[in-house]
């Protein structure tokens, strides 16, 4: 997958904890955090938007796959959210 570099600036405590998460092995590098938090956050946005089809936990995990998979801007993210909710 293709991916643009984005710059951002982060306070010594947030990458102190970013580098955290590193080294204990959950994840492979920075980069990795950043898209797994962002990834999180769009969830939590979702949270109450989607459509109760019996097992919560089976559907949150499909759509953090499509998202891992698919979301290249926020127009993705309101995609996703309308194939949920059918």
């Known amino acids: 997958m293709?991916?643009?570099?984005?710059?951002?600036?982060?306070?010594k405590g947030l990458i102190?904890?970013?580098?955290g998460e590193v080294a204990s092995?959950?994840?492979?590098?920075?980069s990795d955090v950043i898209r797994d938090?962002?990834?999180?956050?769009t969830l939590r946005k979702?949270?109450?938007?989607?459509?109760n089809?019996?097992?919560?936990v089976k559907e949150v995990q499909e759509i953090r796959e499509k998202l891992a998979?698919?979301?290249?801007?926020?127009?993705?993210?309101?995609?996703?959210n309308t194939?949920?909710?059918e």
């Open 2 to 11: 293709a991916m643009d570099l984005v710059q951002v600036r982060l306070p």
């Open 16 to 19: 102190k904890d970013i580098d």
């Open 25 to 30: 092995g959950r994840y492979m590098n920075r």
């Open 37 to 41: 938090a962002l990834r999180l956050m």
């Open 46 to 51: 979702m949270v109450g938007v989607l459509p």
């Open 53 to 56: 089809k019996g097992d919560s």
């Open 69 to 80: 998979r698919n979301i290249k801007s926020f127009k993705d993210v309101q995609e996703i």
């Open 83 to 85: 194939l949920a909710n």
